[in-house]
């Protein structure tokens, strides 16, 4: 079983840059597709994007697309998200996800991190 650990969140400025990553353990790293979601106060959790086993395949929400990109390491067993002209509006707690399979639905992710937050001051 995976067990996943995010960092990298913080406190930046309207247009600053941040990147978060997800450290997961056990060797099955590479069976999984990934995701990044966030959450907001009171609102659902919200896909942000994911990419596929190999990292070969990636998907943006439209808020984040051409500003955020995903990528993964399988040697470092680590997914990233870069994050870079950042808005007030991307404030969020932020959560890694696995999954067997690509998929926009979080019902179908299997393991989560416990969610690191950012912080985006106007």
């Known amino acids: 079983q995976v067990q996943l650990v995010e960092s990298g969140g913080g406190l930046v400025q309207a247009g600053g840059s941040l990147r978060l990553s997800c450290a997961a353990s056990?060797?099955?790293?590479?069976?999984?597709?990934m995701a990044w979601f966030r959450q907001a106060p009171g609102k659902e959790r919200e896909f942000v994007a994911n990419?596929?086993?190999?990292?070969?395949?990636?998907y943006y929400a439209d808020s984040v697309k051409g500003r955020f990109t995903i990528s993964r390491d399988n040697a470092k067993n680590t997914v990233y998200l870069e994050m870079n002209s950042l808005k007030p509006e991307d404030t969020a707690v932020y959560y890694c996800?696995?999954?067997?399979?690509?998929?926009?639905?979080?019902?179908?992710?299997?393991?989560w991190g416990q969610g690191t937050q950012v912080t985006v001051s106007s």
């Open positions: 996800a696995a999954a067997p399979a690509v998929t926009f639905s979080v019902n179908e992710y299997v393991r």
């Open positions: 056990g060797r099955t790293f590479r069976n999984y597709a």
């Open positions: 990419i596929n086993w190999s990292g070969g395949v990636t």
